[in-house]
């Protein structure tokens, strides 16, 4: 999503790197690439003109000038104030009382239906009973829609085709929660192209009815600074508690992002970084800043991968690894794991200097040659998969002809996967030889 912003801060930020002297007019000219760069990311003026007199009121102190390192210290500065500028702190949901209410608003295409089913999958897996109310009763599809997302999702959904009062409809939603021991209800409400009377005085009816806890307004990353505009309309009419924002993954400028917080006064709390359900995420102001920055994000890194991957399946792939028993199953085992973190590109994007490994990098090839992979074992035998070396010049052309493949991109899995193997054989018997002589490898030197 920050590409583009992120490419222009980092080039700011080496011209930093190189100042061995800060003068108020380096630092002006600095500040000035910044602003440009905040600017043609469609963050609304006003916030990032306020951002750089932030910047330049700490930037131009006698604390910087006589630092060691002045333009390390800069690039601090503007990253503390960018975490401020997106929230401090990550601003979690309200499921106070029982059951707890939300209503997701905002225009039609931004993703409300959407984010109301990744919102309930998020809410189950932290042990909560979520339902989902079908409360646009405009738009058909929109109920169908929302159905299919229960049903994926194995949660409830509540709908009434024939109720076209939104009113009625959350009173027997009330009963039916209560009935079925559901504690947080997620009323899916009805959007319009733009903001107008009728569609905002029946929210204030439905928010009257059920008191709702949170008030999230559903926006899309890619309408910039106009998303800020329709935040304010409905924070006056409703008194929202927060954003979700949407489509991060897309190549929105950000806009919305950078300035809703500064504008609304309201924090962004969620934030929807891809199109499957499991791609939802609370929002983290420090963590965004970092990917802005180019810092990446490794602890947003490290809890994918603990949701995703079986700790103890890969421990006992390491163990096999480490005594050279490690299988083409196992291989496929792992890649079906790495599979789970997401789409490569998302992974390293969130590495420290990620996107500058993303430049000019064919990631789709990579993504295909894994699918080939997968697909080239999958077309073996159990046995074939344990033993390799069974793997003649007949079974070759039956696996090839089965994965869609060329007899040549089999035999060349295979032979990488030898390679594999034979490195995994010298490394267990060099940790044994290390062992006896009583002495340990470097660190790092292997897992563990």
Known sequence: ????????????????????????????????????????????????????????????????????????????????????????????????GSPACILMVGLHGSGKTTSSGKLARMLEKQGRAP??????????????????????????????????????????ALVFAVANQRNVLIFDTAGRLQIDEPLVQELVRLRDEVHPREILLVLDAATGQEAVNVATHFDQALGMTGAVLTKLDGDARGGAALSFKAVVGKPIKLMGVGEKLEDFEPFHPERMAQRILGMGDVVSLVEKAAEAVDVEEAMRIEER??????????????????????????????????????????????EREFRRMEGIICSMTPQERRSPNILNAKRRVRIANGSGVKVSEVNNLLNRFNQMQQMMKKMGKFKKMMARMGGAPLPGMFPR
């Open 321 to 366: 690894m480490r005594k050279g028993q490690f299988t083409l199953q196992d291989f496929l085992d792992q890649l079906r794991q790495m599979k789970k973190l997401g789409p490569i590109e998302t992974i390293v994007g969130l590495l420290p200097g990620g996107g500058d490994m993303l430049k000019g990098a064919d990631l789709a090839k990579g």
């Open 131 to 172: 339902l989902l109310i079908a409360a646009d009763v405009y738009r058909p599809a929109a109920m169908d829609q929302l159905a299919t997302l229960g049903e994926q999702l194995g949660v409830p959904v509540f709908v009434q085709k024939e109720e076209k009062d939104v009113v009625r409809i959350a009173r027997a």
């Open 1 to 96: 999503m920050f590409d583009s912003l992120t490419s222009k801060l980092q080039d700011v930020f080496r011209d930093l790197r190189g100042l061995g002297r800060i003068s108020e007019t380096n630092v002006s000219e600095s500040l000035r690439e910044v602003r440009l760069a905040l600017l043609d990311a469609d963050v609304n003026f006003k916030v990032a003109r306020d951002f750089i007199e932030r910047v330049r009121e700490k930037a131009i102190g006698q604390e910087v000038i006589r630092s060691i390192q002045p333009g390390q210290q800069i690039i601090k500065i503007i990253h503390d104030e960018l975490v401020a500028l997106l929230g401090s702190e990550n601003a979690s949901l309200d499921l106070g």
